[in-house]
């Protein structure tokens, strides 16, 4: 709203996304919100976690895809050569946004309980969270 304080009030908001090559938008979910997203430039490989555990896609430029509300998704860049662009529009000014990674290995849960949910070790646990970036 800093950049667009016309939306105040409208519950929508939106965002341009800039996606280096391959680089990706890790796992994550807006509580408040479905998204849309508008391929601008380039091509992302997207996809979201439902009832049937999956949906990936491959986006061009000029596709569009909806995530809807709460449901865990992501989008990645695997080209190794250009750079892709995107638009995103919320159905809220407020949509919220909640790191899968973050949420899980930033957290206060228990290494042990992460190990067995993971099916690992602690060290493994303990070696992703020290690859993770606050």
């Known amino acids: ?39 601008l430039m380039g091509s992302l490989d997207v996809g979201f976690v439902d009832t049937t555990n999956k949906l990936f896609t491959l986006l061009l430029q000029g596709d569009i895809f909806v995530f809807p509300k709460g449901l865990v998704h992501f989008q990645f860049n695997s080209d190794a050569n250009n750079a892709a662009l995107a638009l995103s529009a919320f159905g809220s000014a407020s949509p919220g946004t909640v790191s899968v990674p973050n949420s899980v290995f930033h957290s206060t849960i228990d290494d042990n309980v992460l190990a067995l949910s993971f099916k690992t070790d602690v060290a493994t646990i303990q070696k992703i969270k020290s690859g993770l970036s606050c």
């Open 1 to 39: 709203m800093a950049e667009f304080p016309t939306l105040n009030g409208q519950s929508v908001s939106y965002a341009v996304l800039e996606f280096p090559r391959n680089i990706v938008n890790p796992p994550h979910m807006h509580p408040r919100a479905s998204k849309l997203l508008y391929v």
